[in-house]
């Protein structure tokens, strides 16, 4: 089935990209386990195939379909995030310079602080939520603004239009992480962005059993270039992981809503209950950016942040207490997860700068699944009167 920018965002998930099999007649997008392809003439290619590292038909049908999804030209899969995330660096030269959100995921801050910057790459962290910071920091050798919104784990929402004309007037391109919204909640390119970024193994993989990124974007000249240092360095996606990826993207708008709706209802339980200092949510009121978040988001993710009242032991008992909740890294599975960030994923950012960023060490994170909310609005509860005992509901 051939899919259009007129169908819906179900419509797309579950066909774009996907035609039954021209042999076979399959509806599933078979995994192709072929490392070479036969050729009728040295270096004429039968639709660009010689070699998967550098295009694999299962590999370019969930392409196409992460394009589809996010309304762009083009869709790059990579083995990981950080691949991903590696291939955009590697167009960046010594001298380069690049303004990043201060509260990044701590996996992109340790490649950028840790890899790139030996490469002789600059790079000033900033609250993104205020572009005025973002147009502070630019300087001539600015390249990239690179943004995650919401942010990991602090859920802040950066106004991409706004911060895409800063960019755009500064000579630089707009990359915006869309893991924690999706497609399904956030179109970044149509706010201005130039390139978006996704960890595939959240919640467009959906099932946590597979590990993928992608890149996404509209300029062909920019596909070429990425393209060139997908193949070239090796980073790309399996045609496994393509197929489990491809899977999940089928499901995407009925997760997602289930996701949204569970945290929702758990954000506004933590928001009243007394052992919890503060709720981090942006469909919350009391979120900061959530006036934003309403203009730019069809819905305001399935992530929730929050502080105990206790600090570091209240939330380090919490994490290890809940029944449902898996204490574990990683986010968007069906399955509901919580974690620490300062000592787990976010680890690798020095303290002090963490500190700095609002990024306390009592934070906890849920990545809220599918299950009955009132199952996890139980385990929650139960968890909170073992961290707290002293402030629990009687």
Known sequence: MSTSERDRFETRAIHAGQTPDPQNGA??????????????????????????????????????????????????????????????????VPGDHVVAGNDLYGGTYRIFARVFERYG??????????????????????????????????????????????????????????????????????HGADVVVHSLTKYLGGHSDVVGGALVGNDEALREELAFLQNSVGGQLGPMDAFLVLRGTKTLAVRMDRHVANAERLAAYLQEHPAVETVIYPGL??????????????????????????????????????????????????????????????ASIPAEQRRAAGLNDGLVR?????????????????????????????
């Open 27 to 92: 509806v599933m997008t078979p995994v192709y386990l072929t490392s070479t392809y036969k050729q009728d003439w040295p270096a004429e290619l039968k639709d660009g195939y010689d070699y998967s590292r550098t295009k694999n038909p299962t590999r370019t049908a969930l392409e196409e379909n992460l394009a589809a999804l996010e309304g762009a030209a083009w869709g790059l899969g990579f083995a990981s995030g950080m691949a991903a995330v590696n291939a955009l660096m590697g167009r960046l």
């Open 121 to 190: 790459i600059g790079f000033t962290y900033v609250d993104t939520t205020e572009a005025e910071n973002v147009r502070a920091a630019m300087t001539d050798a600015t390249r990239y603004v690179f943004v995650e919104t919401p942010s990991n784990p602090l859920l802040r929402v950066t106004d991409l239009a706004a911060v895409g004309r800063v960019a755009r007037a500064g000579g630089a391109q707009l990359v915006v992480d869309n893991t924690f919204a999706t497609p399904y909640l956030q179109s970044p390119l149509e």
């Open 285 to 346: 009121e009391s979120h900061p950016q959530h006036e934003v978040a309403k203009r730019q988001m069809r819905g305001f993710g399935g992530m929730v942040s929050f502080e105990l009242r206790g600090g570091v032991e209240a939330g380090n008992r919490f994490a290890a207490s809940t029944r449902i909740f898996t204490l574990a890294e990683s986010l968007g599975g069906v399955e509901s997860l919580v974690e620490v960030p300062p000592s787990m994923t976010h």
């Open 366 to 394: 849920l990545s809220v699944g599918i299950e009955h909310v009132d199952d996890l609005v139980a385990d929650v509860e139960q968890a909170l009167e073992k961290a707290v005992p002293a402030l629990a509901r009687s």
